[in-house]
């Protein structure tokens, strides 16, 4: 089984099975930003999570919860690593669950994430630019999305919402793609929930 290597000092949070997948915590400013590719040289990120900005959003929607401290949580250091992260957004106040596990020669993320909020919240998102445009999409609806080739080499990345989240798609320009992850806003309750993962496949047959 591929060994998972982290790499952690004040402005970074890398994680990632060489040769395959690859998720990278970044500091800019005072926000942790994350991207996810695949860690072989010369290889370009893939995924890249597109801010909330208070200038453009409405205080209702979130296009991505915002994360300003990140901790470590213990956890298997050879096959899984749990990242805490909390943040704060106009009068929301996020906290999420950042889960990397491997199984075999596939890496799995996955992310859960509160929102609470006094105020009306219209719409909670994850929001991502995927640097693969709609030919390389191989299955795609409202639960599931799946990109193959470019600089994915021979792994499949797979985008899942866990019910009752849903998934978006639309065009970011002619070579990549916006993808979103949608919670399904509770008005009665002051805390949302946003539900999802991200999965690096290896295809079958594949050689490197």
């Given at each position: 089984m591929p060994k998972l290597e982290v790499v952690h000092d004040d402005d970074t949070f890398l994680v990632s099975i060489p040769g395959g997948p690859r998720l990278a915590f970044t500091r800019r400013g005072d926000r942790w930003t994350h991207r996810l590719g695949i860690a072989v040289e010369g290889r370009a990120e893939i995924a890249a999570s597109l801010e909330s900005d208070a200038e453009r959003d409405p205080p209702?929607?979130?296009?991505?919860?915002?994360?300003?401290?990140?901790?470590?949580?213990?956890?298997?250091?050879?096959?899984?690593?749990?990242?805490?992260?909390?943040?704060?957004?106009?009068?929301?106040?996020?906290?999420?669950?950042?889960?990397?596990?491997?199984?075999?020669?596939?890496?799995?993320?996955?992310?859960?994430?509160?929102?609470?909020?006094?105020?009306?919240?219209?719409?909670?998102?994850?929001?991502?630019?995927?640097?693969?445009?709609?030919?390389?999409?191989?299955?795609?609806d409202s639960t599931r999305v799946v990109w193959t080739g470019g600089g994915l080499g021979v792994f499949s990345l797979v985008l899942e919402a866990v019910a009752p989240c849903s998934l978006a798609l639309a065009e970011a320009g002619r070579r990549a793609t916006r993808a979103q992850v949608l919670a399904t806003i509770d008005p009665a309750s002051h805390t949302q929930r946003l539900r999802y993962r991200w999965r690096w496949a290896r295809n079958r047959g594949a050689t490197a």
């Open positions: 209702g929607s979130v296009m991505s919860p915002i994360y300003q401290e990140i901790h470590r949580h213990e956890a298997d250091g050879e096959t899984g690593v749990c990242l805490l992260l909390t943040g704060g957004f106009l009068d929301h106040h996020f906290s999420a669950a950042a889960g990397f596990v491997v199984r075999g020669e596939e890496g799995i993320l996955e992310i859960d994430v509160a929102d609470r909020c006094r105020g009306r919240v219209e719409s909670l998102a994850a929001t991502y630019t995927v640097a693969l445009d709609s030919s390389r999409l191989v299955d795609a």
